[in-house]
């Protein structure tokens, strides 16, 4: 019998262990490669594009000869203006790629030794990082499997059983409950996209599949329509979930990890922010067979391209 990949020695490639051994230089200098890979690391100036630059050593920030701009390594990225070390940073990327149902930020905060705030807003930063992997905006083709979830919005069944309603009927809900629509391409991209109900993905796979494509979907009456524009396998779960290779399996293997991370890591998500774990989960089952130090220095080099993040940036001196 095959061994696992993850069990495998070819899918443990960074450690804890490694980064602090190698220190803070060594996380900085990643952090610099992974920021400017076209110099191997060398300064750009953010402002003008200049390639000639002072570094100013004992702030670790760099002046551009050209317009006499200073910046640091994180200037004008997701993790502009952070106290956290390098090193630190480090630490926790690898610790979230390690997570494979994800991590809580109570366990996060006490591995980093910081406060909860500081691990709720890093967590979320880093999942806006993977989300500019998985929302990409180009259309899924070949054979795409599409299905829906529901999640949250569940109330607490009254003590006395004389008292209990109906919790499925939408005048005892409570407003909070929302619906992931994953369409998922076999052996390619899962896109997550929340919606208040799951006849919206309707919608959502005529804007993001491809006409060329082919379709697998449950027997849901609303995924009829699909009929209309694609040819579409459907499967009967409540007779068979396989059916001479007609299945929708790879959405739900989706719905697994994103359900055991939503319920048996974080236990509530709020609607609000639904889609970044839906997001983080489609990131991990796309990169499922790399190694995590593969996974770990994509994810700096996601974070070190994406923009300033306007809603995580300043977070608790807001909402406070």
Same mark, same amino acid.
């Given at each position: ?10 899918? #443990? &490639? ?16 990643? %952090? ?9 690391? $060398? ?9 000639? &630059?002072?570094?100013?050593?004992? #702030? ?14 994180? *200037?004008? &990225?997701?993790?502009? *203006?952070?106290? +956290?070390? %390098? ?12 997570? *494979? ?30 989300? &500019? ?13 599409? $299905?829906?979830?529901? %999640? ?23 407003? #909070? ?18 919606? +208040? ?13 491809? #006409? ?12 009829? +329509?699909?009929?209309?524009? !694609?040819?579409? $396998? ?15 399996? !790879? ?31 489609? !990131? ?37």
């Amino acid at each position: 019998m095959a061994q696992h990949f993850l069990l495998s020695a070819a899918a #443990r &490639t960074l450690s804890l262990k490694a980064i602090y051994k190698a220190g803070e230089e060594a996380a900085y200098e990643a %952090f610099c490669k992974m920021r400017w890979p076209e110099t191997d690391g $060398d300064a750009i100036c953010p402002q003008c594009g200049c390639c000639e &630059t002072y570094t100013i050593t004992t #702030r670790r920030k760099f002046k551009c000869k050209a317009c006499a701009h200073q910046f640091s390594v994180t *200037s004008g &990225t997701i993790f502009a *203006s952070r106290k +956290m070390a %390098f090193v630190d940073l480090l630490a926790a990327i690898c610790i979230t790629v390690n997570a *494979s149902k994800g991590v809580s930020m109570v366990q996060l905060s006490r591995d980093l030794d910081c406060q909860y705030k500081t691990a709720f807003v890093l967590a979320h930063k880093l999942r806006e990082a993977m989300a &500019t992997e998985v929302q990409t905006g180009e259309v899924l083709s070949g054979h795409v499997e599409v $299905d829906g979830a529901y %999640f949250g919005g569940t109330i607490r069944p009254a003590n006395l059983k004389a008292d209990r309603v109906d919790r499925r009927r939408k005048e005892h809900q409570n407003g #909070r409950r929302r619906v992931v629509v994953v369409m998922r391409e076999r052996l390619g991209r899962t896109l997550p996209v929340v919606a +208040m109900a799951e006849a919206d993905g309707v919608a959502l796979v005529n804007e993001n599949v491809s #006409r060329m494509a082919t379709l697998s979907a449950d027997e849901a009456s609303h995924w009829d +329509m699909l009929h209309a524009g !694609w040819s579409v $396998d459907r499967v009967n779960h409540s007779e068979v979930y396989s059916d001479h290779g007609k299945h929708t399996n !790879w959405a739900e293997s989706y719905f697994s990890r994103l359900r055991r991370m939503v319920v048996g890591q974080h236990h509530h998500v709020s609607p609000k922010y639904l889609h970044q774990y839906a997001n983080q989960a489609a !990131w991990l089952e796309d990169n499922r067979r790399q190694s995590n130090g593969a996974l770990a220095y994509g994810l700096v080099q996601s974070a070190m391209g994406a923009p300033v993040s306007r809603v995580w940036k300043g977070y608790w001196q807001r909402v406070a």
